[in-house]
């Protein structure tokens, strides 16, 4: 059964950090794509960032670019997003993601993800 997990989420004052990990089971991470999206409430879920299988070459969004990082240990069959100078405005539920025909885009892709993890709340707060 293929399943992802988050964690490492939690309340942090702005300008904190946060190391968020997507733990896969049931399948070999390494093969796969991964997204993490974040949905705050009243919005939309957004694309954060993503990592390719081939090269491990990652793509951020915007707001987020040159705060996060996306990395991935294969070994662990996990992800991680390392998120530093966090803002008020990052606090989200934020999910990993992936599928069978995902695959890491500008656009994120949501409309290949067939996987979704059950997300881990992020709240930057004084």
């Known amino acids: 059964q293929v399943q992802l997990v988050e964690s490492g989420g939690g309340l942090v004052q702005p300008g904190g950090s946060l190391r968020l990990s997507c733990e896969a089971s049931g399948f070999t991470l390494d093969y796969y794509h991964i997204g993490w999206f974040r949905q705050a409430p009243g919005k939309e879920r957004e694309g954060v960032s993503c990592i390719s299988t081939s090269d491990g070459s990652t793509l951020y969004a915007d707001s987020v670019k040159g705060r996060f990082t996306i990395s991935r240990d294969n070994a662990k069959n996990t992800v991680y997003l390392q998120m530093n100078s966090l803002k008020p405005e990052d606090t989200a539920a934020y999910y990993c993601?992936?599928?069978?025909?995902?695959?890491?885009?500008?656009?994120?892709?949501?409309?290949?993800?067939?996987?979704w993890g059950q997300g881990t709340q992020v709240t930057v707060s004084s």
């Open positions: 993601a992936t599928g069978v025909d995902y695959y890491c885009s500008d656009s994120f892709n949501e409309f290949y993800v067939n996987y």
